[in-house]
């Protein structure tokens, strides 16, 4: 637990770190391409957890995300709406202002979306397989539409006028040494990352596999199969709504638009693309589908052929599913044996050794 | 007499409008090796599943230990020392041996128990020992036939339920693993055992049930069985 601790307040510093490197020397542009990265990981390492170690298809996670979106903006955003009694505007101040609140409203939105992975779960887990994709794309469409009809968040035309939350280390105005979004979505990164590592190598973590590798069997052993999948659900959906809560206050806008299927289509293409099931591919196929459009963005201005961006977007996914259809990773983790692995004419010495912490850590969770 | 640690009385199950299970009793006393033989299709593994809750039966009652347990979740009678392993062994292919023997332990929560378990299971399976760190879909079909019974054993059942041990395996291999059921036994688990093998099952065991078409046809010792002319004829291949 202390060395979690420990290892988690190094990472933060390395944010802090990173955020105040990337603001100083780091066109802007760039920076929100790898703010865009830090959100797509937090999406795409709790899908993973769902699609990937449980082993339950979900292509609801742009409703999550939608949520979490929404619930953190309408606690830190001005809103202004039409109000139909009166026939003016009216501008609700904003709940909240400080970093703190900003916080808070960042997890409200998380709880919220897990609330609602608890609501989707209980009655669409009795579906397997392509049923249960189906049921929470169609989840994720309600979320949207309802969003689109609920005036008070600003309807079809979305949400603006999101604030961006800094802590001021030193200075004022302009040229202040600030730690910004940067610095609180790869906190958020850290977190949902070292977590899920956490929860992966537990017994618990296990037990999700279990369920993903034979459902019946997982019963008869004595796992309780549908709390564990609604748990799944429950944790892919907070982060989601985590992710979708940085996600507007990096953007400073919100409309239902961007939580169209698509969205969540992205996401489990990311995991499809680093491996279902891996972490550290669901981390990797983030930063690939995240910056290959970017990248590309530029190849087309400079070759002159609009458009050619999303065809070589395809064909480098096309290309993969052909010559490493179980993605780039597999199954398989980043890890100090899995590099040592790479390394010709050695043979893993260690690999009998039980590894006592892995079960240790199971508890914990 | 020992006491009676299952009992099925008036079980009925139904697969929507087809009636699977009409009306099976059945009792198993506490340190037996019960074989349960039919054909396919005869119920026997649905019966196994009313058993460990996975189906509902419509009527009669379902004791384990004295206590009724007609409405127990299947992964709570886990606990209390019911066990199944499941037809074609139900191990999982991309956790390693050790993996899944420890998922065996999921409902036990004593670490020390667990550790002497798991030392046990290797000791009894000592080919399961050497793979520890292969994953369980690399491994022969006898040897996850024993993954699935040494994970079962991991939460220290009394009673076992093995649904088709011999299914798709070499009948060298068939031989040790009913040694290893034999073993079991001995170790004081009793055994609920559901075979379409019909002689190698009634040599291992103390009774048997005849189960035909969703009705228990016939039930007597093992021994009786295995020179009864009617099992002779439907099931032993001999006239």
Not at chain 1, 246 to 258: G, I, K, Y
Not at chain 1, 305 to 326: D, K, N
Not at chain 2, 110 to 139: C, M, S, W
Request: aromatic content about 8%.
């Amino acid at each position: 637990m202390r060395r979690s601790l420990a290892t988690l307040l190094v990472a933060l510093a390395i944010c802090a770190g990173m955020n105040l490197f990337l603001a100083q020397f780091i066109e802007e542009y760039v920076v929100q391409v790898i703010n865009m990265v830090g959100v797509s990981i937090i999406l795409a390492v709790s899908l993973n957890v769902i699609n990937g170690l449980t082993g339950q298809f979900s292509l609801g996670h742009a409703g999550f995300m939608a949520i979490g979106a929404y619930v953190s903006a309408f606690f830190t955003t001005d809103l202004s709406y039409f109000n139909p009694d009166t026939a003016e505007y009216v501008t609700d101040p904003a709940l909240v202002s400080s970093v703190w609140g900003y916080l808070g409203a960042l997890i409200a939105g998380g709880v919220a979306a897990a609330v609602a992975g608890v609501l989707v779960g209980i009655p669409t887990l009795r579906l397997k397989g392509d049923y249960l994709a189906i049921a929470t794309l169609g989840f994720g469409e309600i979320v949207r539409i309802l969003i689109t009809n609920f005036e008070k968040v600003g309807g079809a035309n979305g949400l603006s006028g999101v604030p961006q939350f800094q802590i001021v280390l030193s200075g004022e105005g302009k040229d202040a040494l600030a730690l910004d979004g940067t610095f609180f979505i790869f906190s958020f990164v850290i977190i949902c990352v070292l977590l899920s590592a956490q929860l992966q190598r537990s017994t618990f973590g296990r037990a999700l596999i279990a369920v993903r590798e034979n459902e019946l069997a997982a019963e008869v052993m004595g796992i309780p199969t549908v709390r564990m999948k609604i748990f799944a659900f429950v944790y892919g959906a907070f982060f989601a709504g985590i992710a979708g809560g940085l996600f507007a206050h990096l953007l400073q806008t919100v409309t239902p638009a961007s939580f169209t299927f698509m969205k969540s289509v992205e996401v489990v293409v990311m995991l499809v693309l680093g491996g279902l099931g891996s972490m550290t591919g669901a981390i990797v196929g983030a930063i690939v589908l995240t910056v290959l459009p970017e990248a590309l963005r530029d190849v087309e201005q400079e070759a002159d052929l609009p458009g050619i961006r999303m065809v070589v977007y395809s064909l480098v996914l096309i290309l993969l599913m052909i010559f490493r259809p179980q993605g780039i990773f597999g199954q398989r983790e980043l890890s100090l044996r899995l590099l040592r692995r790479l390394v010709p004419g050695r043979r893993i010495s260690g690999d009998e050794t039980p590894k006592p912490s892995e079960d240790r850590k199971g508890t914990e969770l | 007499m020992a006491d009676t640690i299952l009992e099925l009385d008036d079980i009925n199950v139904y697969y929507g409008a087809i009636h699977a299970l009409k009306g099976i009793s059945l009792k198993v006393e506490q340190g037996e090796v019960v074989t349960l033989i039919g054909t396919n299709g005869a119920g026997k593994t649905t019966t196994l599943a009313t058993i460990c809750g996975l189906m509902r039966s419509k009527t009669g009652t379902l004791k384990y230990a004295g206590q009724d347990i007609s409405k127990c979740a299947t992964h709570r009678l886990v606990c209390d020392g019911l066990v199944m392993a499941p037809e074609g062994r139900g191990i999982f292919p991309n956790l390693t041996v050790g993996e899944n023997m420890r998922i065996g332990a999921y409902a036990c929560k004593d670490k020390v128990a667990i550790e002497k378990n798991l030392a046990h299971g290797y000791e009894v399976f000592p080919r399961l020992a050497e793979r520890k760190r292969q994953k369980g879909g690399t491994l022969s079909g006898g040897e996850q036939q024993m993954l699935a019974i040494a994970r079962s054993l991991m939460s220290q059942p009394k009673l076992l339920l093995l649904d088709e041990p011999s299914l798709g395996l070499a009948p060298l291999i068939v031989k040790t693993i009913f040694e290893t059921i034999d073993r079991v036994n001995k170790d004081g688990v009793t055994i609920l055992l559901v075979e379409q093998n019909a002689n190698i099952a009634l040599k291992h065991s103390d009774r048997a049930y005849v189960i035909e078409s969703g009705e228990i046809a016939i039930e007597g010792k093992s021994a009786d069985l295995l020179i009864d002319p009617r099992v002779k004829a439907a099931y032993l291949g001999e006239s």
